[in-house]
C-alpha cells in the first residue's frame, strides 16, 4: 500500500486544493492520501485558513464530502497537524472527528515570547541569542517535545528533530556534540515510551535544505532499538511532491534492520513489511 498522511492544501500554506492533490495522489498509485492542515495558533501572523473551530468543522466536512466521491478510487483520512501551544498557552485539544492527528512543535519558547524554529536560519540565530546558547536553545525544543507527548493524545510526533533543518545548509555542527546525542536520544526515547508512531519526514528535501529525512540515522537506529512504530511522509505542500522520496527512505529503514512501516487503516494502524 502507498500512503501520505503528512499533506498540507491551501486549508493552510499548501499549494493546491484537497482534490487536486486527491487527483495527483490516485495517478501515482496511492492506496490512501491522509490530510493535515495546520491547527490556527492565534498569533498574529498565522495565515491558517482553519481560525475557528467553526473553520475546522467546515475543513472536516470538505473531507468527508470528498472522502464520498473519491471511495471508489482512493482512501481518504481527515487529520490535523497539531502544535504544542495556541495563543502562547491555550493548550490544544484533538477534534473527536479525525481519524489521526500529527503532534509537531515548530517554535521555540523563550522567555514567553515564539520563534520559528523552521522558518529560516536568521530567525532560529536570533531565538539562539534570546537563549543564550545553541544548547539552552536545542534542549529547550525537545523539553517541549516531551511536554507536548506527555499530555496529548495526538498520534504521529511530526519531523521530531527539526531543529537540524538548516544543519546542512549552514555548516552546523551541533549534531555531533554530546549534549546534543543525550537531549535527542532521551526525548526520543520518551515519545516512544508514550505510544507515539514516529515520522520519517522528507519535506526539507524537497525544499532543497537536506538530503536525507528526518530524523537522523543515529536517531533511527535507537528507534529500531526501541521498535518504533514508523510511517513515512513527504510533508507535503505541492502535490507534486506527494512520493518524494519514499523509495529511498524505505531503503534508508532497511538498511537499518526495520522490517515493516505503518499504514493507517480504517481499524488503527497497521504493520505492513517493507
Given amino acids: 500500500m502507498k500512503q501520505n498522511l503528512h499533506t498540507h492544501t491551501l486549508w493552510c500554506d499548501g499549494s493546491n486544493e484537497a482534490e487536486e492533490m486527491i487527483v495527483k495522489a490516485i ?4 492506496s490512501s492520501i491522509g490530510f493535515s492542515s495546520h491547527t490556527f495558533t492565534g498569533f498574529p501572523f498565522d495565515s491558517c485558513g482553519i481560525s475557528t473551530k467553526e473553520k475546522e468543522e467546515e475543513y472536516i466536512s470538505s473531507l468527508e464530502n470528498l472522502r464520498e466521491k473519491y471511495r471508489s478510487e482512493i482512501e481518504i483520512f481527515i487529520g490535523l ?9 491555550l493548550e490544544p485539544t484533538i477534534n473527536p472527528r479525525l481519524d489521526y492527528s ?5 517554535w521555540f519558547w523563550i522567555n514567553g515570547k515564539p520563534f520559528s524554529v523552521d ?3 536568521e530567525e532560529f540565530l536570533s531565538a539562539k541569542e534570546e537563549a543564550g546558547s545553541m544548547r539552552a536553545l536545542i534542549e529547550g525544543y525537545y523539553r517541549e517535545v516531551m511536554r507536548f507527548a506527555s499530555f496529548s493524545p495526538y498520534s504521529i510526533t511530526g519531523h521530531f528533530d527539526l531543529v537540524t533543518k538548516f544543519v546542512e545548509k549552514e555548516g552546523w555542527s551541533f549534531e555531533e556534540e554530546k549534549w546534543y546525542r543525550d537531549i535527542s536520544l532521551s526525548a526520543l526515547d520518551y515519545v516512544i515510551e508514550k505510544g507515539k508512531v514516529l515520522e520519517v519526514n522528507t519535506g526539507a528535501i524537497s525544499r532543497g535544505l537536506r538530503t536525507s529525512p528526518y530524523p537522523s540515522r543515529f536517531l533511527l537506529e535507537r528507534a529500531k532499538e526501541k521498535n518504533a512504530p514508523i510511517v513515512i511522509t513527504t510533508d507535503c505542500h505541492n502535490k507534486d511532491y506527494l512520493d518524494l522520496y ?16 505503518q499504514i493507517l487503516t480504517r481499524n488503527g494502524f497497521k504493520g505492513e513489511k517493507l
Fill in 27 to 30: 495517478e501515482k498509485g496511492f
Fill in 102 to 106: 500529527i503532534g509537531s512543535v515548530h
Fill in 119 to 121: 522558518y529560516t536560519s
Fill in 246 to 261: 519514499f523509495n529511498e527512505a524505505k531503503k534508508i529503514l532497511e538498511a537499518i534492520g526495520f522490517k515493516e512501516i
Fill in 81 to 89: 497537524e497539531e502544535e504544542s501551544r495556541k495563543e502562547g498557552t
